[in-house]
């Protein structure tokens, strides 16, 4: 059921290569999607977003292929996508804004208007409904950009460094939230956090250079670490990206 990598391979210029020919089922549930800097995390929700498409292979969910056209609009609908910086729109309020990004991947408008409350809801954002976006801290529009993501009620939710630079309090609200929206959709999140690893997600993917270096259950992660969970995790991380431990 998650979404595949076929034999992808993709670059942004020409004789540049990202991924060459990867293989990669997303799994279902929870998942951390860990790499270092330029491994290739964005461009990997990029092109399950499809945002981007490959250049050879393809990406596949429930059968679709979002490089296909009369794939696309049903694909982008069951999959959403939320970037590392969230703009808001200028002069939107926040229900405004979360209903135009149901609008846009294909809803009624009326309908866009009623879910996005409810979305707002989800990510305890409904008391600033009428607020303008561009009045929100850095932490309150990250939540805009989740409940971007709900108000189409998405199967499949690509957040990429949702928590970034939030401090620990945004930090575990979000993972509150994100917890919560876990269990109604699966959820790929690109992060550098590896501590909350095992609390906060079932399974990892972890990236290299483009190439996979583990795709599992993060207790399989651990395994190839020391003696305490959170050692582990760090250790296994830094061994598969080849980074000193
Ligand atoms: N718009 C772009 N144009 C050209 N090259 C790009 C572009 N975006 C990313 N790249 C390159 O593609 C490679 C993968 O980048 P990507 O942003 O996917 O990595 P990442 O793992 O998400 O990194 P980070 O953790 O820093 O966000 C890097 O070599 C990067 O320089």
Redesign the pocket.
């Known amino acids: 059921m998650p979404i595949s990598f076929e034999g992808c391979g993709f670059g942004?210029?020409r004789g540049?290569r990202?991924f060459t020919d990867l293989e990669l089922s997303l799994p279902e549930g929870r998942t951390a999607l860990l790499?270092?800097?330029?491994?290739?995390?964005?461009?990997?929700l990029c092109l399950a977003a499809s945002l981007l498409h490959p250049r050879t292979g393809r990406v596949r969910y429930r059968g679709l292929d979002p490089a296909r056209r009369r794939d696309r609009a049903r694909y982008r609908a069951l999959v959403g996508w939320m970037p590392?910086g969230i703009r808001p729109l200028p002069g939107l309020t926040v229900r405004e804004q979360v209903g135009y990004a149901g609008w846009l991947k294909g809803m009624p408008r009326r309908t866009a208007w009623r879910r996005s409350l409810a979305a707002l809801e989800t990510v305890e954002l409904a008391s600033l409904a009428d607020r303008r976006c561009s009045e929100l801290s850095g932490g309150q529009l990250r939540r805009v950009g989740l409940a971007q993501t709900l108000v189409h009620e998405a199967e499949v939710i690509l957040l990429?460094?949702p928590t970034a630079g939030l401090d620990p309090a945004q930090r575990e609200r979000f993972h509150e939230i994100m917890a919560q929206v876990g269990e109604r959709s699966h959820l790929i999140v690109?992060t550098?956090d590896v501590q909350d690893l095992a609390d906060a997600y079932g399974s990892v993917v972890v990236?290299d250079e483009?190439r996979v270096g583990y795709a599992g259950p993060v207790a399989g992660l651990m395994a190839h670490g020391g003696d305490t969970p959170a050692e582990s995790i760090e250790h296994a991380y830094r061994r598969l990206v080849a980074q000193e431990v």
């Not at 790499?35 to 290739?40: A, I, L, T, Y």
């Open positions: 942004y210029h540049s990202v790499g270092p800097n330029g491994s290739g995390k964005s461009t990997l590392q990429d460094e690109s550098h990236l483009g």
